[in-house]
C-alpha cells in the first residue's frame, strides 16, 4: 500500500509545473497595496434607507449615520454567527464531545488500542517530523514541524517550511515560521478538531510579519490509519496567504509516514504539489 501512494505521489510531482522565478512573484504580493485616496461616495447610494426613513417616520428628520450604522447591524449578526458558531459547535456536536470528560492519552497513537487517547494515560503528547514537497522541476520545498497536544484541550503547533527556486542562473528561497497555539474544540478516541491562532514570520528578500490563522480536523481509523485535513490563512497588510494540506498516515509503532498535498497561494500565484513527511510520536 505505502508503495503505490509513493509511486502514485511521485507521478503526480512530475506533472506538476509552476512558472519561473514563483517565489520572487509570491512575495512580491505579500508587500502592502499603495494606499488609495478615499473613494467619494454619491449621496443617492443610501436612497433605500432613505426611503423607508420617510416611510416609517413621516415628518422627523434622520439622525446622521443612521443608514451607515443599520448596514453594519443587519450584515454583523449572522456574519458573527456562521464564521464563529457553526465550524465549532456543530463539529463537537456532531462527534459526541463531552467537556466534562476525563481525557488522556496513550504513549503514542495504535499503541494498543484505535485511536490516540484514553480515559487513563498521559497528560501530553509530541508529534515530531519533517517532510519534502515536490512543487516543479526548479522548485521544492522541505518543512520541519513540532505539535505539541495536552490533555486541557491547549496545544501548541510550531513549522517551519523553506522554498527553493533555481531559475534564470539565480537562486530564491522563501521561508515561512509559525507558532500557533491551539485550542481542541472537538475532540474523542477517533477525532481531533483544532483551531489556531499564532504568528507567522516570511523571510525572503525581506521580512514580513503576520498572524497566522489554522483549522485542523484529524481523524484515527480502526485500522493504523489517520486522515488529516488542515486549512490556514496567514492575514497582514497585504494581501492574504491560504494553504490547503490533505494527508493520510500509516502508524508503525512510534512512526507515521503520510502521503499528502499542499497548496499555498496569494492571490494568482500558487506553490502547489505532493509531499510526503515521516513524524515520530513522544
Not at 27 to 53: H, S
Not at 93 to 122: E, H, I
Request: glycine content about 8%.
Amino acid at each position: 500500500m505505502k508503495s503505490h501512494l509513493i509511486a502514485c505521489f511521485i507521478f503526480v510531482a512530475g506533472a506538476t509545473a509552476a512558472n519561473a522565478d514563483e517565489l520572487p512573484r509570491f512575495e512580491r504580493k505579500i508587500q502592502p497595496a499603495p494606499a488609495k485616496p478615499p473613494a467619494t461616495t454619491p449621496e443617492n447610494d443610501d436612497t433605500e434607507c432613505r426611503d423607508r426613513w420617510v416611510r416609517e417616520h413621516a415628518g422627523e428628520e434622520m439622525p446622521v449615520g443612521y443608514c451607515e450604522q443599520n448596514l453594519e447591524g443587519d450584515l454583523m449578526a449572522p456574519v458573527i454567527g456562521i464564521i464563529f458558531l457553526s465550524p465549532f459547535y456543530v463539529p463537537a456536536l456532531a462527534v459526541g464531545d463531552q467537556y466534562g470528560r476525563d481525557f488522556k492519552f496513550r504513549s503514542y497513537p495504535y499503541d494498543n488500542n484505535t485511536g490516540y487517547a484514553s480515559s487513563k494515560g498521559k497528560q501530553w503528547l509530541f508529534e515530531a517530523g519533517g517532510g519534502y514537497q515536490w512543487v516543479s522541476h526548479d522548485l521544492k520545498a522541505t518543512r520541519g514541524f513540532l505539535s505539541a497536544t495536552t490533555d486541557t484541550r491547549l496545544g501548541l503547533d510550531l513549522g517551519y517550511m523553506r522554498y527553493d527556486e533555481h531559475a534564470d542562473d539565480e537562486n530564491h528561497s522563501l521561508a515561512f515560521l509559525d507558532i500557533v497555539p491551539t485550542f481542541a474544540f472537538a475532540r474523542t478516541e477517533r477525532w481531533d478538531w483544532r483551531f489556531g491562532l499564532g504568528y507567522q514570520a516570511i523571510q525572503g528578500q525581506n521580512h514580513h510579519d503576520r498572524v497566522k490563522l489554522t483549522y485542523k480536523i484529524r481523524r484515527y481509523f480502526q485500522i493504523p490509519l489517520h486522515l488529516d485535513l488542515d486549512f490556514g490563512v496567514s492575514l497582514a497588510s497585504g494581501k492574504p496567504i491560504f494553504e490547503l494540506a490533505p494527508g493520510i498516515a500509516y502508524h508503525w509503532n512510534r512512526f507515521a509516514l503520510k502521503a499528502g498535498y499542499r497548496r499555498i497561494n496569494i492571490s494568482d500565484v500558487v506553490l502547489e504539489g505532493p509531499e510526503l513527511s515521516l513524524a515520530i510520536w513522544f
